[in-house]
């Protein structure tokens, strides 16, 4: 059998770079931007070590939990998108 291996955004090429949610409005006016909206995803219904004992079960209840303007995506959530405009 072959595997699939998916590759992660990190893999992809694609640039990113670790922010707090809770701190990014000041950062990015810092850099003359107003941010418009915070989007969280990938969210974490448990510890993610929790996968390794059912990953069917982990990825199921963690997808049930995504919503994008949730306030717990702040603690459960591990990436968001920043939409911003420059001021």
């Known amino acids: 059998?072959?595997?699939?291996?998916?590759?992660?955004?990190d893999e992809s090429g694609v640039y990113n770079?670790?922010?707090?949610?809770?701190t990014i409005?000041?950062?990015?006016?810092?850099?003359?931007?107003?941010?418009?909206?915070?989007?969280?995803?990938?969210?974490h219904a448990l510890p993610p070590v929790f996968e390794n004992f059912d990953k069917h079960?982990?990825?199921k209840i963690s997808w049930k939990?995504?919503?994008?303007?949730?306030w717990k995506g702040f603690f459960l959530a591990s990436a968001f998108v920043?939409?911003?405009?420059k001021i």
């Open 1 to 9: 059998r072959k595997k699939n291996k998916s590759k992660n955004i």
């Open 17 to 22: 770079h670790t922010h707090n949610p809770i």
């Open 25 to 43: 409005t000041s950062e990015m006016a810092k850099l003359g931007l107003r941010v418009d909206g915070i989007y969280f995803y990938h969210f």
């Open 57 to 59: 079960y982990y990825n």
């Open 65 to 70: 939990m995504e919503n994008p303007v949730d």
């Open 82 to 85: 920043v939409d911003c405009k």
